[in-house]
T-cell receptor, first 113, second 116 residues
């Protein structure tokens, strides 16, 4: 069965410093992985996706993630945090059949000025 | 354009009311989804429609009744809800119910439901 573990429930960074949100996955096959962001009282916005192409995936707003099969990780990074990045981030794996998504528990990113 | 719209944005209803949530997309997607999201939790899948037919029902209570009148519209009819049903209800759509990159799910902004 597929699953994801987001290793930090909360991450706090200063504006202008790098962001690292960690995600490990478990899958018996080559997975499709996604990062979604949810700002307070908003819906989910797709940041980026990995679907068996390039292992380094670039997304919107300067975010990127690297798929590392040997480490079963899909960590999200950004070189320089902005105040507008403060939100909750979900790492998601797609199940093997159909299009059902398995969500991680979420990581709340706080950006300090 | 990857826009999914949902109305209303907020809804307050009593336990004896009947109300409906509406979701719309014009991306030509053939799969549509309802999710429920409680505070401080990830979204939970409720229903999936594919080509206007119900494909997945995640054992949702019958007081929630989905409907897909056409390929662009998805409704969720609510009746006799409980206070614990208060949550953010999210709609999503994807090209197909498959595994391709184009089958990425795109979410709407949600309807915040409060049941009194």
């Amino acid at each position: 069965a597929q699953s994801v573990t987001q290793l930090d429930s909360h991450v706090s960074v200063s504006e202008g410093t790098p962001v690292l949100l960690r995600c490990n996955y478990s899958s018996s096959y080559s997975p499709s992985l996604f990062w979604y962001v949810q700002h307070p009282n908003k819906g989910l916005q797709l940041l980026l996706k990995y679907t068996s192409a390039a292992t380094l995936v670039k997304g919107i707003n300067g975010f990127e993630a690297e798929f590392k099969k040997s480490e079963t990780s899909f960590h999200l990074t950004k070189p320089s945090a902005h105040m507008s990045d403060a939100a909750e981030y979900f790492c998601v794996v797609r199940m093997e059949y159909g299009n059902k998504l398995v969500f991680g528990a979420g990581t709340i990113l706080r950006v300090k000025s | 354009d990857t826009e999914v719209t949902q109305t209303p944005k907020h809804l307050v209803m009593g336990m004896t009311n009947k109300k409906s949530l509406k979701c719309e997309q014009h991306m030509g997607h053939r799969a549509m989804y309802w999710y429920k999201q409680k505070a401080k939790k990830p979204p939970e899948l409720m229903f999936v429609y594919s080509y206007e037919k119900l494909s997945i029902n995640e054992s949702v209570p019958s007081r929630f009744s989905p409907e897909c009148p056409n390929s662009s519209l998805l409704n969720l009819h609510l009746h006799a809800l409980q206070p614990e049903d208060s949550a953010l209800y999210l709609c999503a759509s994807s090209q197909e119910l498959g595994q391709l990159p184009t089958d990425t799910q795109y979410f709407g902004p949600g309807t915040r439901l409060t049941v009194l």
